[in-house]
């Protein structure tokens, strides 16, 4: 490590070349993180305005804001971009392509071109689905169910279908680099057991990324070509079957939830730790769980279609498998919270998102287990339960997760540490909006307010106005970050190698790193989290 | 893949066995074994594939057993698909 | 740079890449790449054959009626095509692990003819489907009845699913053809040019895993298209 003077002006990946040429050629992991960074949050505040519209709309029981044709395709375009361009690449795209070669001690990932086309697969993924957007629209809900997508609906169904197919081959891509990478790459003396536990979160993810994606990508060009051609696969008018089609895009679709929030509990096992000063508990544990949530996870995509048609039997199996999924996540709820027993606690910005995951994804999770419960679902199916249930796990999880860890390795990306009390100020934002929110959701949908209506008895309308009233405080708590981070760009104080005083190899580099990522090749001799033998967190320079 | 080199012999054996196995199918498929027809042309079509994979795509002879997971990874999730999509179908009628 | 540390070897392998520390691992990580790229297909096909099953057990006669209709002769020729064309290609990876560049390009080249002959004869097959009127769509109208029950007439429904099917699934098996063909046109060169020695050959070896992988769909596919019920 350079023992000479800490200045902004030392070499790193970041002022080794500058020119657009160098950011949209770079084969730099580190780099391609930023280029998916910029992406994903224009993506991000894409589907949070198709939010912001729907809540509007929502303020009020009559239909008055916009017909009932653009309502369902606001919500079918905030699913869809929300999903497969924010989410879904999210954490890995961002977090996973900056951290997995550091914290393996590697120079780059397997294959730094594939992971460069990745990127561009992604916009140009990206492209078509703004194209289909702005020309307007799809309104088949981002499910894409037939007969509707394939025969009825009138809008770009199969625009969407194909940017959603080519996004999925760069999910693939970015799961076929990690696993290549985590397996081929490990510095020398970095055995699996010592691996930090965001790396196998980020393992299971690439797990179901590669299994799982191509489904959905064979699904797509079945209903392109179904809606193209006239065919019948999927259409009960000619001999098809519209379950097939569920079958298939679940089959993916439910394991996509695990890929968005599996990395995300990576990103709190290093947070926990870190601001517990303490070893996480249960090392093995959380490692194996995470590979238990991406096998388990597969086994259950039917409980989206419990009243759909399929038969008792294989409902009760489903339904069964998915209260055993359930298992694993609740493993990795106990061990933080243990880590955290007797911990020396620091509140900062990531351990307050870190707080935030645990609990909000409880909530989320428990509720999973009414939804799996065949009777009950019976009565919430397609009402505002399930989306306050699954809002709570992509929002106050996954979406919570990454913002921990935006804040966690931020010194490290950009050099620069983003100011503390206004990053907390942020999380309580932000928290207090979700909960805001989705809360009242919970109760709308069990009290009977269907999902992807546009209009709702007035009876509903005091919950749905709170509800509104959260996701403008939510959206303020989003922007604050955006704001204080370009902010720290310029002004913001100089970053050590480890202001958190945190484990891994990625902090025994310089922040923010050099293009090959260490001076000297690393050589492992430590176990992970080994924070008895860390020194304290040192003080972030004045500086800038 | 490893440095093992597979000898002229073993690949001419391996292509002149899928190519009998071939026209076995394709015999087996007029004569009338009832439901066993189809049991018995994917029981060799599942040879002929073991066969490519295991030799020619030398499986058999990789030192790095990462290989062989992810094959039977792979494998064990179709089986998945199909079967517990084929469990909803096959029981739909007793409800 | 800081990519060669102080104690660098004295020469690298020209084919190795900066973030790779040997020759081997790079080789080790390019092979595991391509078989997880394969796992991949598995799924990708995979959910046409879950589609292709239910369907089959749902419409039993119709989709034998249908299977009947296509040529088995040509189904046969083409599926002894692909399996000499793996045999082509296994060659020409020997051919390059003991340095023979001449035999590599003959190969390789053979492989590429077998290849171009398979989608070929595809051609010929799908011809004669358009000219019966079997792709689906609105001209699709198919002549017959189910085998054994000459009075009972195919329903044409389930044989416009059955060709959905026949044609989704060696439709999407030939463009894998075809990008095979392409990626194998390039190594060609790549071998004529002298690049593949023994001691690098990974592109060839990937390549081939790829080329096996297509066969072994052709070889699942045959039976279960062509052969469904041939007795009657």
């Known amino acids: 490590m350079a023992t000479a003077a800490i200045t902004a002006e030392r070499e790193n990946y970041l002022n080794q070349e500058y020119g657009i040429k160098s950011w949209l050629l770079t084969v730099d992991h580190k780099r391609i993180a930023l280029l998916y960074l910029l992406s994903i949050t224009f993506f991000f505040f894409i589907g949070g305005f198709f939010a912001l519209l729907i809540r509007l709309e929502l303020l009020t029981p009559a239909g008055d804001l916009v017909q009932a044709d653009t309502y369902n395709k606001l919500f079918t375009m905030h699913g869809q971009v929300m999903v497969f361009f924010f989410l879904i690449p999210s954490i890995p795209a961002v977090l996973g392509n900056f951290l997995v070669p550091l914290m393996i001690g590697a120079k780059d990932l397997a294959f730094p071109r594939i992971n460069l086309l990745s990127w561009y697969l992604y916009i140009i993924a990206g492209i078509l689905m703004l194209h289909c957007m702005l020309t307007g629209g799809v309104d088949t809900g981002w499910t894409f169910y037939t007969p509707f997508s394939t025969a009825f609906s009138n809008t770009k169904v199969i625009e969407a279908g194909l940017a959603i197919f080519v996004s999925g081959f760069s999910s693939i891509l970015t799961g076929l680099n990690f696993v290549v990478t985590i397996h081929r790459m490990r510095a020398p003396g970095m055995t699996w057991d010592r691996l930090p536990l965001f790396i196998w979160a980020h393992y299971a993810t690439s797990i179901i990324q590669l299994l799982g994606t191509p489904v959905i990508a064979v699904t797509l060009v079945l209903v392109v070509l179904e809606r193209a051609l006239h065919l019948g696969i999927f259409d009960p008018t000619r001999g098809g079957d519209p379950l097939l089609f569920q079958h298939l895009f679940w089959f993916y679709s439910h394991p996509a939830v695990y890929i968005m929030i599996l990395p995300a509990m990576g990103v709190v096992s290093e947070i926990v730790p870190c601001f517990s000063r303490k070893r996480i508990f249960g090392y093995n544990f959380i490692a194996m769980s995470s590979i238990a949530i991406a096998v388990f996870g597969f086994l259950v995509w039917a409980h989206h279609m419990f009243v ?237 | 893949m490893s440095e093992h080199i597979v000898s002229l012999k073993t690949n001419v054996s391996v292509w002149l066995a899928l190519l009998v196995l071939t026209g076995v199918t394709a015999g087996v498929a007029f004569i009338d074994l009832g439901p066993f027809n189809t049991v018995v042309a994917l029981v060799i079509a599942t040879c002929k594939a073991l066969m490519v994979v295991l030799i020619f795509m030398h499986v058999k002879y990789a030192s790095d057993k990462m290989v062989k997971v992810v094959v039977i990874s792979a494998l064990f999730f179709l089986m998945l698909l199909l079967g517990l999509s084929l469990a909803d179908y096959a029981t739909r009628m007793l409800s | ?144 009845s189910i085998p054994d029950h000459p009075g009972q007439p195919v329903d044409q429904q389930h044989a416009q699913i059955f060709f959905s099917l026949y044609f989704a699934m060696t439709g999407m098996h030939a463009l894998h053809m075809v990008i095979g063909v392409g990626i194998f046109s390039y190594l060609l060169y790549q071998a004529w040019k002298g690049r593949y020695t023994p001691e690098y050959h990974t592109p060839l070896e990937n390549s081939g895993l790829y080329w096996h992988f297509v066969d072994i769909i052709w070889i699942y596919l045959f039976p279960l298209l062509y052969l469904i019920d041939r007795k009657k």
């Open chain 3, 1 to 144: 740079m800081l990519a060669d540390s102080p104690v660098a070897v004295a020469h690298h392998n020209p084919e190795l890449k900066h973030h790779f520390a040997d020759m081997e691992q790079q080789r080790d990580a390019s092979s595991l790449g391509m078989w997880l790229f394969l796992a991949t297909e598995v799924m990708f096909f995979g959910g046409m054959f879950c589609a292709y099953l239910i369907y089959r057990l749902w419409y039993f006669p119709d989709f034998a009626a249908a299977s009947k209709s296509l040529d088995i002769t040509l189904g046969t020729v083409n599926t002894a095509v692909l399996i000499c064309s793996s045999l082509t290609v296994v060659l020409a990876v020997g051919a390059a692990q003991l340095g023979k560049r001449q035999a590599q390009v003959i190969y390789l080249a053979l492989t590429l003819v077998l290849g171009l002959a398979f989608l070929g004869i595809k051609g010929v097959e799908w011809t004669s489907k358009f000219k019966e009127h079997h792709i689906p769509g609105a001209s699709f109208h198919f002549e017959g």
């Open chain 1, 308 to 544: 759909a048609g399929i038969s008792l039997y294989s409902a009760l199996i489903f339904s069964m498998l998915s209260y055993l999924v359930a298992v694993p996540s609740a493993v990795k709820v106990f061990n933080w919270t243990a880590t955290m027993h007797k911990g020396s606690i620091t509140f900062s910005t990531p351990m307050l998102y870190a707080f935030g995951f645990i609990g909000l994804f409880t909530m989320g999770g428990l509720t999973g287990l009414f939804l799996a419960a065949l009777g009950i679902d019976v009565h919430v199916t397609d009402t505002y339960f399930v989306i306050a249930h699954f809002h709570y796990i992509m929002v106050g999880g996954a979406v919570m997760g990454y913002l921990g860890g935006m804040h966690f390795w931020w010194p490290k990306i950009s050099g620069r540490m983003y100011p503390e009390s206004l990053g907390r100020l942020a999380a309580l934002i932000v928290f207090l909006g979700f909960n805001l929110t989705f809360f009242p959701q919970f109760i709308l949908g069990y009290l009977g307010m269907p999902r992807r209506y546009w209009q709702y008895p007035p009876e509903f309308q005091v919950l749905n106005v709170l509800s509104t009233a959260g996701s403008t405080i939510l959206a303020v708590g989003y922007l604050l970050p955006m704001v204080y981070f370009l902010w720290s760009m310029r002004y913001g104080k100089i970053a050590p190698a480890n202001p958190w005083g945190a484990s891994g190899l990625e902090w025994k580099t310089t922040s923010p790193p050099p293009t090959f990522n260490f001076e000297e090749p690393p050589v492992v001799d430590f176990e992970a989290y080994d924070y008895e033998h860390i020194p304290a967190p040192q003080e972030a320079r004045v500086g800038g």
